[in-house]
C-alpha cells in the first residue's frame, strides 16, 4: 500500500488489524456487466515475456552468497530407512564438501550439482527396506478384488438399489481400473534453504506457502515470522508442489551444512520417489428398464486415500468424502442410487494430481454410462442427455460440446467419436474426442471438442490454455501414464519409459465457453476429467472393445 503524497509504502499485513475495525457495507452495488471494460476481455499475460526470454526465474535458477548444490540418497523402498552408510568415496569426489544423513535419506553436498551427482553415484548405503518392500502392483490388484467383495462406508443411498436391482428387466456390471500416475512436472523438485541462528529463507517454486514457512520455523528453531518464503515460478505444479519433501531435505540440509543449500532431484528422483496419483479399482451395476433407463445405480470405490495422509482428521467413519467426488455426484436422474468406498492403504504414498480423485470417477462414471446406452441401444450423447433434466450446467456444457463438435453427422473416414461430460471444481466440461486406430492398434486422437461453464470469464484466452493444458495432461495420462510397483519400488525411471504426449500427438483441440451468469468455477482442472473416457468411449464406438483399464496402450 502506497500513500501518494508522501510516498510512504506499507504491506497489507501491516494494515490488517486496523482494517478489521473498519465497519462493513451491508449494500455494495456491483458493476453492471454491460459496463464492464476489462472482465471478459482477452488481456495478455504479463508473465509471459520474461517466460520467453528466459529472464523469470524458478527455483531451479536461484543463487545465494556461497550457496552449495546437494543430491539425495533415498530408499529405493518406499518407507525404507538408512541401516549404514560409508561417506569415503563420496568425499573423494573433487567437489564433495559434506555427506549428512537427514529424515530421506543421505544428503551429498558440493560446490555443484555434477559432483554432488557423481558422489551420491559413489556413496555406499546400507537400507533397512521395511514392510513395504513386498509390495508390487499384482499384489494391490489382488488386495483391491479381495476389497471389493466387502461393502464399504457409504457415501450415498437414495431409493433401494438391491431391491430394484434384483428386478430390473436387465442388469450390467463393469469393473475400472486405473493405476499410480506420477506429476511429471516440466521441472524436477528443487528448493534452496539458508537456515541460520537469526532466521530462514526458503527460496523454492512452491504451492503451500504456509506450510513450508511452518516447517522452516520448527526446522530453524526460530519463530515464523522469522522465515521468509520467496516463491519462484513453479516449472508445473500439479499438486506436486504442494508437498513439502524437497523443502524439508533442503531445510536439513543447511541447517546440518551450515550454508546455503540448493537441494536438486533428477528426473528419475522425481519419478521414483514422489506421491502419486492413487491407484483405484471400482465396481458399478445399473438395472434399466424394458426401455433402456437406468433405475438404479451401485458405484464401489476401492482406492487409497490423500486426505486420510495430508489431512486426516477430515476421514469420519472410514469415508473420504473428496475420494468419493464425482461419483457420490454423478448427475443423472436414477431413483436408486448407491455409493461406498473402501479406503484401502498400499503402502505407497499418494498425493493432489491435477483434478485429484475427479481424474479416476469421472473415468468410471463417464465410461459406464457409456455401457448402458449402448445395451439400451440408444445414442450416448441422447441418452445422457435425457438423463441430465436436473443438471442444466452438466447439459448446458454436453450439448455445445455435441453441436461444435459435429455430433450426429459422419466423423471423417476412419474415425469415430465419443464424448464425456463432468463436473469439477464448480466448473462443468464436457468433451468430444475423435479417433482412429492403426492397423496394429495404436490410438491417434486427431480432435478434441471442449464446452466449459466456469460462470463468468475474466479472460477467456487463460480458460482456453488451461482447458489445452488440461487436456493434454488427462490425454497423456490416458494413453501411457502408469506407475508400476515391484518389490516396493516404481519401474519407471524417466520419460523413456513413463512417456508424454508429443508434438506429432496432438491433437487439434477447440474451446468453447457457455456463456454463464452462474456462480464462478475454476478453470486449471475441470479439463482434465472427461478426456480419459472420452477417449475411450471412443474407441468402443470404433472398434466394439470397451477399455476398462488404464492406461490405454494398444487396443487389440
Not at 568415496?89 to 567437489?95: I, L, Q
Not at 551450515?258 to 483405484?280: G, L, T
Request: hydrophobic share 40%; glycine share 10%; aromatic share 8%.
Amino acid at each position: 500500500m502506497i500513500h501518494a503524497p508522501s510516498k510512504r509504502v506499507l504491506t497489507y499485513g501491516k494494515l490488517v488489524a486496523k482494517a478489521a475495525t473498519v465497519p462493513l457495507p451491508h449494500d455494495v452495488p456491483l458493476k453492471d456487466p454491460k459496463d464492464w471494460k476489462i472482465l471478459g476481455t482477452r488481456v495478455r499475460r504479463l508473465d509471459t515475456p520474461p517466460k520467453v526470454d528466459g529472464s523469470a526465474q524458478f527455483g531451479i535458477d536461484v543463487k545465494a552468497p556461497g550457496m552449495l548444490v546437494a543430491v539425495i540418497a533415498r530408499s529405493p523402498v518406499f518407507g525404507g530407512k538408512v541401516k549404514s552408510f560409508d561417506a569415503a568415496k563420496a568425499k573423494a569426489v573433487p567437489g564433495v564438501r559434506h555427506v549428512v544423513q537427514i529424515s530421506s535419506g543421505v544428503a551429498v553436498v558440493a560446490d555443484g550439482y555434477w559432483p554432488a551427482k557423481k558422489g551420491r553415484d559413489a556413496l555406499d548405503v546400507s537400507w533397512d527396506e521395511g514392510p513395504n518392500a513386498q509390495v508390487s502392483s499384482a499384489s494391490i490388484a489382488q488386495l483391491f478384488a479381495q476389497r471389493a467383495e466387502q461393502a464399504g462406508a457409504v457415501a450415498r443411498h437414495d431409493g433401494d438399489p438391491s431391491g430394484t436391482l434384483a428386478s430390473s428387466a436387465s442388469k450390467i456390471d463393469a469393473a475400472y481400473d486405473l493405476p499410480f500416475l506420477a506429476h511429471a512436472t516440466m521441472e524436477p523438485m528443487n528448493c534452496t534453504a539458508h537456515v541460520r541462528s537469526d532466521g530462514v529463507d526458503i527460496w523454492a517454486p512452491t504451492q503451500f506457502q504456509t506450510g513450508a514457512q511452518g516447517l522452516g520455523a520448527k526446522i530453524g528453531g526460530v519463530t515464523p515470522d522469522k522465515v521468509l518464503v520467496h516463491t519462484t515460478y513453479l516449472g508445473g505444479g500439479f499438486g506436486r508442489r504442494f508437498e513439502l519433501d524437497f523443502i524439508q531435505e533442503a531445510l536439513e540440509t543447511s541447517k546440518a551444512a551450515a550454508a546455503p543449500v540448493k537441494v536438486i532431484w533428477s528426473r528419475e528422483d522425481d519419478i521414483r520417489n514422489a506421491q502419486y496419483r492413487p491407484v483405484n479399482h471400482h465396481r458399478l451395476q445399473a438395472g434399466l428398464d424394458p426401455n433402456g433407463r437406468p433405475v438404479v445405480w451401485t458405484h464401489r470405490i476401492v482406492a487409497p486415500s490423500i486426505m486420510a495422509r495430508v489431512f486426516p482428521d477430515t476421514i469420519k467413519n472410514g469415508l473420504d468424502e473428496e475420494a468419493v467426488e464425482g461419483g457420490v455426484g454423478m448427475p443423472y436422474t436414477i431413483p436408486n442410487v448407491h455409493v461406498d468406498y473402501l479406503l484401502t492403504d498400499t503402502g505407497i504414498p499418494v498425493g493432489f494430481w491435477r483434478s485429484v480423485n475427479n481424474s479416476y470417477n469421472a473415468f468410471a462414471v463417464e465410461s459406464f454410462i457409456d455401457e448402458l446406452a449402448h445395451a439400451a441401444k440408444q445414442d450416448p450423447y441422447e441418452y445422457r442427455r435425457d438423463l441430465l433434466g436436473k443438471a442444466p450446467r452438466h447439459l448446458g456444457a454436453l450439448n455445445l460440446a455435441a453441436s461444435k463438435a459435429g455430433w450426429g453427422t459422419p466423423p471423417p473416414a476412419g474415425r469415430a467419436r465419443g464424448i464425456a461430460v463432468y463436473k469439477a471444481f464448480e466448473s462443468y466440461v464436457a468433451e468430444v474426442a475423435e479417433v482412429s486406430l492403426a492397423s496394429d492398434g495404436a490410438v491417434k486422437v486427431h480432435r478434441v471438442v471442449c464446452a466449459v461453464d466456469c460462470g463468468p470469464v475474466v479472460n477467456p484466452s487463460i480458460v482456453e490454455a488451461q482447458m489445452e493444458s488440461a487436456i493434454v495432461f488427462g490425454l497423456t495420462a490416458a494413453l501411457y501414464g502408469e506407475i508400476a510397483i515391484e518389490g516396493g519400488r516404481v519401474k519407471q525411471s524417466n520419460f523413456h519409459d513413463y512417456p508424454m504426449v508429443r508434438l506429432a500427438e496432438m491433437p487439434q483441440i477447440e474451446v468453447h465457453i457457455v456463456p454463464s451468469t452462474d456462480a464462478q468455477g475454476g478453470v486449471g482442472e475441470p479439463g482434465t476429467p472427461p478426456i480419459a473416457p472420452a477417449v475411450c468411449n471412443a474407441i468402443f464406438a470404433a472398434t466394439g472393445k470397451r477399455v476398462r483399464k488404464l492406461p490405454i496402450g494398444k487396443v487389440v
